[in-house]
């Protein structure tokens, strides 16, 4: 069984902080990654994709890629109250169209 | 990003009555979407993967009679929920993507509440 997982949380931060999110995921095969951001209520935008080892950078938020762990991350610097949402990490399984994705970390950013 | 288009984005319906949603991809053909089911608080579900002009592919413990999944083009997806019960209401949402490998775009999602 391929799986995706994460921390429920929920994780709370201080508004300014970084907040660090992290998802651990079971298909080596996996090639595509996502984050997506959850407000309560509303469907899934996604806020970041990686492809490649390493970090990927876009505006306040950092996705990090580790195939050999089978670990990726998202970081979002300088949290803002706005942030608070549950986000989710999603894992292609390779040459498909479908998606596993993890429970979600709801993080919670106090103003 | 791609735009997904989903409606209704919340239907009330008494129960043992037919409710039908729609799925578009409005700037992206799609051969293949997917369905979802999300409950408070809990992860999305993936109920079925609906394929442009063949069967609809469930996942196990979905009841494929009672959603049934209609993919008759390549830009529109349906989900009928029928004969529907209370423990039927939850969050439906539907995505599509435009290649192998590549982001999923997400409809806003239907509220459906069965009374």
């Known amino acids: 069984q391929k799986e995706v997982e994460q921390n429920s949380g929920p994780l709370s931060v201080p508004e300014g902080a970084i907040a660090s999110l992290n998802c651990t995921y079971s298909?080596?095969?996996?090639?595509?990654f996502f984050w997506y951001r959850q407000y309560s209520g509303k469907s899934p935008e996604l806020i970041m994709s990686?492809?490649?080892?390493g970090d990927k950078e876009d505006g306040r938020f950092t996705a990090q890629l580790n195939k050999a762990s089978q670990y990726v991350s998202l970081l979002i610097r300088d949290s803002q109250p706005s942030d608070s949402a549950t986000y989710l990490c999603?894992?292609?399984?390779?040459?498909?169209?479908?998606?596993?994705f993890g429970t979600g970390t709801r993080l919670k950013v106090l103003a | 990003g791609a735009v997904v288009s989903q409606h209704p984005s919340r239907v009330i319906c008494k129960s043992g009555t037919s409710v039908k949603i729609e799925c578009r991809s409005l700037?992206?053909?799609?051969?293949?979407m997917f369905w979802y089911r999300q409950f408070p608080k809990k992860s999305l579900m993936l109920m079925a993967t609906?394929?442009?002009?063949?069967?609809?592919?469930?996942e196990q413990g979905v009841e494929k009679d009672k959603f049934l999944i209609n993919h008759a083009s390549l830009t529109l997806s349906t989900l009928t929920v029928t004969s529907a019960h209370p423990e039927d209401s939850s969050f439906y949402i539907c995505s599509g993507n435009k290649g192998v490998n590549t982001e999923a775009f997400f409809g806003q999602g239907t509220r459906l509440t069965v009374v």
């Open positions: 700037d992206f053909q799609a051969t293949t």
């Open positions: 298909d080596r095969g996996s090639q595509s």
């Open positions: 999603a894992v292609n399984m390779e040459g498909t169209y479908k998606y596993i």
């Open positions: 990686i492809y490649s080892n």
């Open positions: 609906s394929n442009e002009g063949s069967k609809a592919t469930y």
